[in-house]
């Protein structure tokens, strides 16, 4: 299939910046389109045509994906520290603290202000700053060249990110000895417009002559997982909290009105998966495990891919409290698992406003306010209650 890069198609484009790092001309920069999304451009003065963009872009060679039986995990690390600390249950924490014990680097996703990108750390004490889902695609900058460096001086190598970037990671590797390697991936519905925070951060500016210095899209807020509570914390001082349900940014995004084109018809939003591991919350855990629901302090699925998943969940249940699921039963909780976003068809004129408006104006129009049914199944007769008359139960019968 034709790319982006001969085609300029934007859904051609997943924004791994494989292409960019690929280049030994160095002919390829990423560069934001007006919707905030980075696609490569090719400075043709520089180009030579060796095609080895091409040949590293996962749209046009998708990477292997593993085909072999999963294993499907639920649970919580049982440090209560860093799971109030991570997105989820904290998996990523326990698989890393496990097979990470010589000799090794670990690549995530790291924050400033509102600003994403990928770094690297060859101390865990210091991998606190890639917990927390960042919604936002982060810049890889250097990140799969350094990863090579390392893999070629025989480090062992962990390596986070979305399913788009573990296949630009993959591609670019090509025939580099990939033993010491292992991937994880977080289950992916999509990254949004970078151009939202951003407007977000402008109007606290405006209104509190102050930048965001942290944006927490998921603070747990004690044990608040399933409320998605986003926590705003200024330069000047000034915190801001808002659950789910009231917050302009989970309404407007996954209503699937400001994606990257390419996250509509994602090619990685199938059981095969190309890396070794996919982490996820584990959504609809008050249905069918309630038993790891933990208190509403987050819980993950995991899921093993490969035999290397596989052994690297067998070591990291040591730090894990939870067991095995059914799979097909996970997966009905899993939608991006299965299948890509659907494109709201609002997207166009969502997006001039997205240019045009000040945020309140944005909001105003475009985020919905949660209706009194809503609101009632979540905060009167939601998970936590129902979680709270499973564990009665079990307690009067037994
Ligand atoms: C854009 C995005 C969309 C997601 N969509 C879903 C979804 O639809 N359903 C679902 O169940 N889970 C989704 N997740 C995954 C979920 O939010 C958690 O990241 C995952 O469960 C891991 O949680 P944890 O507690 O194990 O790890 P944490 O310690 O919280 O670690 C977070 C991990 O995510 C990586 N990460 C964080 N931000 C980014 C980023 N911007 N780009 C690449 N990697 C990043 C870090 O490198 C780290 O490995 C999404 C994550 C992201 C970043």
């Known amino acids: 299939m034709a790319s982006y890069l001969n085609t300029s198609v934007k859904n051609g484009c997943f924004g ?36 080895m963009c091409n040949k590293v872009c996962p749209y046009e060679n998708m990477p292997l994906k593993s085909q072999e039986e999963k ?12 799971r109030r600390e991570s997105t989820s249950g904290g998996a990523f924490s326990a698989i890393v603290d496990t097979w990470c014990d010589t000799n090794y680097v670990i690549f995530g996703a790291v924050a400033d202000g509102v600003k994403v990108y990928h770094s690297y750390t060859t101390d865990k004490t210091d991998m606190g700053r890639f917990r927390k889902s960042k919604y936002s695609q982060s810049c890889i900058g250097s990140a799969y060249k350094d990863a090579r460096k390392f893999l070629d001086e025989e480090k062992k190598v962990i390596f986070s990110g979305t399913p788009c970037q573990i296949s630009g990671l993959k591609a670019f590797l090509g025939n ?15 990254v949004p417009s970078p151009h939202f925070v951003r407007k977000y ?11 965001i210095k942290v944006l927490d899209y ?26 789910r349900w009231f917050n302009p940014f989970w309404s407007i995004w ?5 994606s990257r084109p390419a996250c509509y018809e994602c090619p990685f939003t199938t059981i095969g998966r190309v890396a070794d591991i996919s982490l996820g919350d584990l959504w609809g855990v008050h249905l069918y495990c309630p038993e790891l629901y933990g208190g509403n302090g987050g819980a993950s699925l995991i899921i093993c891919n490969t035999k ?37 068809p609002q997207r166009e004129m969502f997006m001039k406003d997205l240019l045009e408006m000040d945020y309140k104006t944005l909001c105003m129009k475009w985020a919905k306010k949660p209706t009194f049914k ?18 009665l139960k079990q307690k009067l019968w037994r």
């Open 374 to 391: 809503l609101l009632w199944a979540k905060y009167v007769w939601g998970n936590r209650q129902k979680v709270f008359v499973w564990n």
């Open 176 to 190: 580099t000895n990939q033993d010491n390697l292992l991937t994880v991936e977080v289950i992916c519905e999509g």
């Open 201 to 211: 951060d402008e109007w606290m500016q405006l209104k509190h002559g102050s930048k």
């Open 308 to 344: 290397k998943g596989k052994r690297a969940l067998a070591s990291a249940q040591r730090e894990l409290y939870g067991h095995e699921l059914d799979f097909t039963t996970a997966l009905k909780y899993q939608s991006p698992m299965c299948k890509a976003i659907n494109q709201n």
């Open 16 to 51: 791994c910046e494989a292409c960019a790092q690929v280049c030994s001309k160095r002919a390829i920069h990423m560069v934001e389109d007006e919707e905030g999304f980075r696609y490569p451009q090719v400075d043709q003065s520089l180009c030579i045509n060796c095609r």
């Open 254 to 258: 996954l209503n699937h009105l400001m």
């Open 71 to 82: 294993v499907a995990f639920g649970g919580y690390i049982k440090n209560e520290t860093v």
């Open 218 to 243: 998921r603070y747990k807020d004690g044990k608040k997982w399933d409320f998605q509570v986003m926590y705003t914390s200024l330069e000047s001082g000034h915190r801001f909290k808002i659950d």
